[in-house]
């Protein structure tokens, strides 16, 4: 059974910064794993994806603040989240899929991903 638990959320204040741990419990087999985040009432959105050869892509609301990396002997994703703001704050999720898309990967949809972790909160105070 795939495990995917997050870390590292908190309350800061804008500006501030954060780094999102996911600790998966394998890590072969994956063709891509991603961020996303989600706000009640709202849909889950796409932050950002990384795949097996360490290509990334991100949200249009977090291109230059956020970066993915991965740790792959460690077994871990993390999101490094810079110059956070108050509309940043959501429930934010790993995720992970074991199958390919293409080049469709790049627009971080819900759909593409067959795993995930039960979240981690980041709040943002102005």
């Known amino acids: 059974q795939v495990q995917l638990v997050e870390s590292g959320g908190g309350s800061v204040q804008a500006g501030g910064s954060l780094r999102l741990s996911c600790a998966a419990s394998r890590y072969d087999g994956y063709y891509r794993m991603a961020w996303f985040r989600q706000v009640p009432g709202k849909e889950r959105e796409g932050v950002a994806a990384?795949?097996?050869?360490?290509?990334?892509s991100y949200g249009d609301s977090v291109k230059g603040r956020f970066t993915i990396s991965r740790d792959t002997a460690k077994s871990t994703l993390f999101l490094q989240m810079n110059t956070l703001k108050p509309e940043d704050t959501a429930m934010y999720y790993c995720?992970?899929?074991?199958?390919?898309?293409?080049?469709?990967?790049?627009?971080?949809?819900?759909?593409?991903?067959?795993?995930w972790g039960q979240g981690t909160q980041v709040t943002i105070s102005s």
């Open positions: 995720a992970a899929a074991n199958y390919a898309v293409g080049s469709a990967w790049r627009a971080i949809y819900e759909k593409d991903y067959n795993f």
């Open positions: 990384i795949v097996d050869d360490d290509s990334t």
